[in-house]
């Protein structure tokens, strides 16, 4: 079989940033540095980072954590988080991606607008998910969240609204939900829809569409805690019913690949490329045997 790797796919700006942070910690620290959350939503990433000295930790955690250093993902935290950290005397080194920074101060500056004018903001997003937690935070969780078009019907369409996104959303579900909301409001004008989809990862889900139909069967490799990577794999699924969602090349089965002459394997913002190359190398050995 021809075995194609995406070039596209893997790491995105936000995380390959958040790994530097980490690894330039670990060795300021002479190899212990906690991660409030899995650094990134791949099993086999973070044991890679774990045998470095990178330890996940909950907020429940973190009392212990005085005099130690305690990075923040690429997700972001709420302000709370800072404070706890600041009063309990942890070392914080900051890895939010400067996308969501950039879509915290706007969230605050939404809830700011609506404040004023008698209105609400609403964030399309995955309820309980770190980026989502991290958002909400910045105005004490005021804010609705809400998931798909049937989470509407709990809105009040009479006062002004605010609508924005979690930055790895669906640019098609977000925009979807944007004309029903204007759909049921009586005043349009009062209803702002602000785009905060990151294009550094939205662009990828046209891309592997397009990836996915150029082979006959797509091994989609990432994390099962990846919101992004259900979006991304659904793609692939949309375009190649032949589509399959593993986390590592142990996963594969000889039966996906009958008849099949060409497979490309891609993966989501949190899968690092080294994986990809090591799913491909037992995608070899298991087409020789």
Same mark, same amino acid.
């Given at each position: 079989?021809?075995?194609?790797? %995406?070039?596209?796919?893997?790491?995105?700006?936000?995380?390959?940033?958040?790994?530097?942070?980490?690894?330039?910690?670990?060795?300021?620290?002479?190899?212990?540095?906690?991660?409030?959350?899995?650094?990134?939503?791949?099993?086999?990433?973070?044991?890679?980072?774990?045998?470095?000295?990178?330890?996940?930790?909950?907020?429940?955690?973190?009392?212990?954590?005085?005099?130690?250093?305690?990075?923040?993902?690429?997700?972001?935290?709420?302000?709370?988080?800072?404070?706890?950290?600041?009063?309990?005397?942890?070392?914080?080194?900051?890895?939010?991606?400067?996308?969501?920074?950039?879509?915290?101060?706007?969230?605050?500056?939404?809830?700011?607008?609506?404040?004023?004018?008698?209105?609400? $903001?609403?964030?399309? !997003?995955?309820?309980?998910?770190?980026?989502? $937690?991290?958002?909400? !935070?910045?105005?004490?969780?005021?804010?609705?969240?809400?998931?798909?078009?049937?989470?509407?019907?709990?809105?009040?369409?009479?006062?002004?609204?605010?609508? =924005?996104?979690?930055?790895?959303?669906?640019?098609?579900?977000?925009?979807?939900?944007? *004309?029903?909301?204007?759909?049921?409001?009586?005043?349009?004008?009062?209803?702002?829809?602000? %785009?905060?989809?990151?294009?550094?990862?939205?662009?990828?889900?046209?891309?592997? *569409?397009?990836?996915?139909?150029?082979?006959?069967?797509?091994?989609?490799?990432?994390?099962?805690?990846?919101?992004?990577?259900?979006? =991304?794999?659904?793609?692939?699924?949309?375009?190649?019913?032949?589509?399959?969602?593993?986390?590592?090349?142990?996963?594969?089965?000889?039966?996906?690949? %009958? !008849?099949? *002459?060409?497979?490309?394997?891609?993966?989501?913002?949190?899968?690092?490329?080294?994986?990809?190359?090591?799913?491909?190398?037992?995608?070899?050995?298991?087409?020789?045997?």
């Amino acid at each position: 079989m021809n075995i194609v790797i %995406d070039a596209d796919s893997g790491f995105c700006f936000g995380v390959v940033r958040a790994i530097e942070e980490a690894e330039a910690a670990l060795q300021r620290s002479g190899g212990e540095v906690y991660s409030l959350g899995d650094i990134v939503h791949n099993r086999v990433e973070v044991q890679r980072l774990e045998q470095l000295g990178l330890h996940s930790v909950s907020h429940g955690d973190m009392p212990r954590l005085g005099g130690k250093t305690m990075l923040i993902r690429a997700h972001g935290e709420p302000p709370s988080t800072y404070a706890e950290a600041e009063r309990l005397g942890i070392v914080t080194v900051d890895a939010t991606c400067p996308v969501v920074a950039s879509l915290q101060r706007r969230v605050k500056a939404a809830y700011d607008k609506m404040s004023r004018e008698g209105g609400s $903001v609403v964030l399309l !997003g995955k309820r309980g998910h770190a980026e989502v $937690v991290g958002l909400t !935070g910045q105005v004490g969780d005021r804010v609705t969240v809400i998931e798909s078009e049937s989470d509407l019907d709990a809105l009040d369409f009479t006062r002004p609204i605010y609508f =924005l996104s979690q930055t790895t959303q669906s640019i098609e579900l977000f925009n979807r939900i944007g *004309e029903e909301i204007r759909s049921r409001t009586q005043d349009t004008a009062a209803v702002t829809i602000d %785009d905060t989809i990151c294009r550094r990862v939205a662009n990828r889900e046209t891309h592997l *569409e397009s990836f996915a139909r150029s082979v006959d069967v797509v091994i989609f490799v990432c994390g099962r805690k990846s919101s992004n990577g259900r979006v =991304l794999f659904n793609a692939c699924l949309k375009a190649n019913p032949r589509s399959y969602n593993i986390e590592e090349g142990a996963e594969l089965r000889r039966e996906w690949f %009958d !008849g099949a *002459e060409s497979v490309g394997i891609c993966g989501a913002t949190s899968t690092p490329g080294w994986l990809m190359q090591r799913v491909r190398e037992d995608l070899q050995r298991l087409d020789r045997r």
